[in-house]
């Protein structure tokens, strides 16, 4: 038994090496020696240790697949797909602690597997499934090499990864198998560990690769960061890449660097991850009925293409600030050629150490101008790109704050150009046909400075204007008359205040009227879940600008009426400012804001000054003691749910 012991530690170790590690320490024909050894050590003494790697031999094919019910719920993720949602994220975890710490790591595309142990012995394998409980792939998951069998944590124990198939595995597997073509690497994964005969498992060599500890019943792990550094020392694998972050904008870096970086890895990834650290913070934030809400899924757009940078330009946008665009080589993105790609800042183009010359990875994102995710490659004569000390449009002098340049000339002519053409955006004031081109004609020779110059146009101020005939004019005057009724979220998103995207401007609508948001103190709007302090200091410092206060009156005066969501008068929760919090068994919380709604109240993301409600499902954190605090009245989702009705 001794050297049966003995040939059980040497060859477990020499696998980790292999399988994990990727550093093996003697050949094949070492290993096969001791393996060999102990198989018939096994067949001679009729015993077989727990921990044998004979254990992983694929055994008969099973029948079917019995269910298995997870200790702790596996849930799914959230998904951003945009840096507008993605901010969001990061507002509503920094109203629970200004100080939180997140981490991102890649998002791989294959099969979620959940492993558990009991004592220090591994005793199952299971699919997600719905996340309450999956299917026991005990069988085809013993066939791999990537986990351990015996850890020395004893007690019980769930942690989950990613089964992946490599993509050079995936390749020689078809070349192999000229009659079985397998068509990607996810669906590779996931047939071969949901295949009843764990030989075929093993045929495909798929690997887990581990990113979670989903449950401990002693001594649980108080961050992702000691839960991955847990994972490693226990011997499963893990991706090398992880990274902590504390702002918005490093989050922002890593997952650019994993966009590049993904290209030239050997596993399928279509994005990051980003969690908060802290399980303490986590606990605080809770979950919804689908989605734990400190973690989110950055996903990444299909469309990407390699460029060479022929030379690159500063754009001047409505804030001032100096964004350089690069022009490149031509490449075809989403069925259009594209020409030129955008870098966010002087910062962003040093930091993805672009340059002149260099080859480039462009993303086209959201049917908007492409964007340089980083190089690829240098050439012997790429050429750094100089930062502007002037204005290249106004040739004012340019002001640097923190990694961005800034024009310091209010009046500088692409500045005001950029302010009208986001007014006149789709997801703004939707003045259809008025292009940059046009905006641009007006303000040379028609003096457009301001939104409401748009609403003075008349069709003689076109004339003479080339290219403009009378169906053009026509058809312009009628947008421009069509926006006067836009939506209040979109009216607020319209006018430009620094940093309302249409998510906070979605929020700010709730108020009901222009003269609503503006009389919002500082505590109101830090109060609401997708908006921060600056941002709130940004809305503040808006209003009580004089030239803007006199810009919404003349708006108002030429007939612009941006119009809050209609809500009936009467309904079970009229006149009442609702709150949800925590995590409602009976359903999702957009339909109990939409049924909210359809009787009359209206919906909140945050407690205020106006709420006069809130209701507390599973897991309520900070909204519910701040209501307590207020002594604004509380009722549980049984109470919710007989309001409505059942």
Not at 76 to 97: G, I, M, P
Request: net charge negative; hydrophobic share 40%; glycine share 6%.
């Amino acid at each position: 038994m001794d050297r049966m012991y003995e040939l059980v530690t040497i060859l477990n170790r020499w696998a980790h090496e292999y399988y994990v590690l990727d550093a093996p320490s003697v050949s094949d024909r070492e290993y096969d020696a001791l393996y060999d050894e102990l198989k018939e050590l096994e067949r001679t003494t009729g015993v077989r240790l727990p921990n044998s790697p004979t254990r992983r031999v694929g055994g008969e094919p099973v029948k079917g697949f019995a269910r298995h019910a997870h200790i702790a719920r596996l849930y799914s993720l959230d998904k951003a797909v945009t840096q507008d949602e993605l901010a969001a994220f990061v507002t509503r975890v920094q109203k629970v602690d200004p100080a939180a710490e997140f981490t991102v790591e890649y998002k791989f595309d294959g099969l979620t597997v959940c492993l558990t142990y009991e004592n220090g012995a591994f005793v199952r394998a299971a699919t997600r499934g719905n996340g309450v409980e999956g299917e026991d792939v005990t069988a085809q998951v013993l066939t791999l090499h990537s986990f351990p069998l015996a850890i020395s944590y004893k007690g019980t124990l769930e942690v989950r990864g990613e089964a992946v198939i490599r993509l050079s595995v995936l390749e020689k597997y078809n070349a192999a198998h000229p009659a079985e073509q397998l068509k990607n690497a996810r669906n590779a994964a996931a047939g071969a560990i949901r295949n009843l005969d764990p030989a075929a498992t093993a045929a495909r060599h798929p690997e887990i690769l581990f990113y979670d500890v989903n449950y401990m019943s002693e001594d649980p792990v108080s961050s992702q960061e000691e839960a991955m550094a847990f994972l490693r020392r226990e011997g499963f694998k893990t991706y090398p890449y992880f990274v902590r972050c504390a702002s918005l904008e490093e989050i922002c870096a890593a997952i650019d660097e994993i966009e590049v970086e993904r290209k030239k890895i050997d596993v399928l990834t279509d994005g990051a991850v980003v969690k908060v650290n802290a399980e303490a913070v986590r606990a605080e934030m809770g979950y919804t009925d689908k989605f734990p809400r400190w973690a989110i899924a950055y996903k990444f757009e299909a469309e990407e293409a390699e460029a060479t940078v022929e030379a690159v330009r500063w754009q001047v946008g409505r804030t001032g600030k100096l964004t350089p665009l690069a022009l490149i080589t031509p490449v075809l993105l989403a069925g259009a050629t594209v020409r030129r790609a955008t870098l966010n800042n002087f910062g962003d183009l040093t930091r993805k150490d672009v340059k002149v010359g260099s080859r480039v990875l462009v993303r086209r994102s959201n049917e908007v101008i492409p964007e340089i995710l980083g190089a690829v490659a240098h050439t012997e004569g790429s050429v750094p790109v100089q930062k502007p000390a002037v204005c290249p449009a106004c040739g004012a002098p340019v002001e640097e704050v923190g990694a961005n340049l800034f024009c310091t000339n209010p009046a500088c002519p692409p500045r005001i150009v950029q302010k009208l053409t986001h007014y006149c955006s789709k997801n703004a004031a939707d003045v259809e046909g008025m292009s940059e081109a046009t905006l641009t004609l007006l303000f040379e020779a028609r003096g457009v400075r301001r939104f409401s110059d748009l609403y003075a146009l008349t069709a003689e101020s076109f004339a003479g204007l080339e290219g403009f005939k009378e169906r053009k004019i026509q058809n312009l005057l009628s947008a421009i008359a069509k926006s006067k009724e836009m939506p209040l979220e979109r009216f607020l998103y319209a006018i430009g205040i620094e940093g309302i995207g249409r998510v906070a401007a979605r929020d700010l609508a709730a108020y009901g009227s222009v003269e609503a948001v503006a009389a919002r103190t500082l505590e109101e709007l830090v109060a609401m879940e997708n908006i921060g302090e600056v941002t709130a200091n940004n809305i503040i410092r808006y209003f009580a600008d004089e030239e803007n206060r006199a810009e919404l009156a003349r708006l108002k005066a030429a007939g612009v009426c941006p119009s809050a969501p209609a809500r009936p008068s009467e309904g079970k929760f009229a006149g009442e400012y609702v709150v949800l919090t925590g995590s409602l068994a009976s359903m999702p919380r957009p339909e109990a804001q939409r049924r909210i709604e359809a009787e009359g109240g209206t919906a909140q993301s945050a407690v205020t000054g106006k709420t006069t409600l809130v209701v507390a499902g599973e897991s309520a954190g900070s909204k519910l003691k701040k209501a307590q605090e207020k002594g604004i009245r509380i009722i549980d989702e049984a109470e919710f749910l007989a309001i409505l009705g059942g």
